[in-house]
Nanobody, 115 residues
């Protein structure tokens, strides 16, 4: 049974930093990443990283956010710097199984960036 445990998030002023972490268990994962959903908007990819370390970022976060992964611990971390009010959203951890391609979602963690 796949389980995801998210941590991090909270309230920060614009220009500040936050770190999100997600630890997955129960399988082997090909891709691990973070999505976000702002009120009234769709859920969009923020960043993802493959098992071999290939990363992808949304254009809006390039140069500000860094995603990393520890395969031994099945943990994916999103370091968010230079946060902006428009980064305010619920952030969701997402993992995809290495075998079968099924994906799983975390419960979400709220990030609020104030002016």
């Amino acid at each position: 049974q796949v389980q995801l445990v998210e941590s991090g998030g909270g309230l920060v002023q614009a220009g500040g930093s936050l770190r999100l972490s997600c630890t997955a268990s129960g399988s082997i994962f090909s891709v691990m990443g973070w999505y976000r959903q702002a009120p009234g908007k769709q859920r969009d990819l923020v960043a993802r990283v493959t098992k071999v370390g290939t990363t992808m970022y949304a254009d809006s976060v390039k140069g500000r956010f860094t995603i990393s992964r520890d395969n031994a611990k099945n943990t994916v971390t999103l370091q968010m710097n230079s946060l902006r009010p428009e980064d305010t959203a619920v952030y969701y951890c997402n993992v995809r199984l290495l075998f079968g391609n099924t994906e799983f979602w975390g419960q979400g963690t709220l990030v609020t960036v104030s002016l």
